[in-house]
């Protein structure tokens, strides 16, 4: 799952707490929200920490100049 489906179960979660006002018998609609909010910032929260590790600083590739002396035709 990316950074995208993160947000989205963040999103879905606080419509569902915030937004409706559902009555399903046998399920708590405001609790399944917050778990799904939880989720996505248990999946944000691994995602950032694994594309940071991905993250390699290489040094910078030193490139070897050679000059040619010019070819002199007499």
Excluded: K, Q
């Excluded at 046998?26 to 590790?53: C, E, H």
Aim: with cysteine; hydrophobic share 50%.
């Amino acid at each position: 799952m990316g950074l995208g489906g993160c947000i989205v179960l963040i999103a879905v979660g606080a419509i569902l707490t915030f937004a409706t006002d559902w009555e399903m018998s046998g399920v708590n609609v405001d609790l399944v929200g917050i778990i799904l909010m939880l989720v996505g910032l248990i999946g944000v929260a691994t995602f950032t920490s694994i594309a940071r590790r991905r993250r390699v600083v290489m040094p910078p590739a030193t490139t070897t100049v050679v000059e040619e002396e010019p070819h002199r035709h007499y």
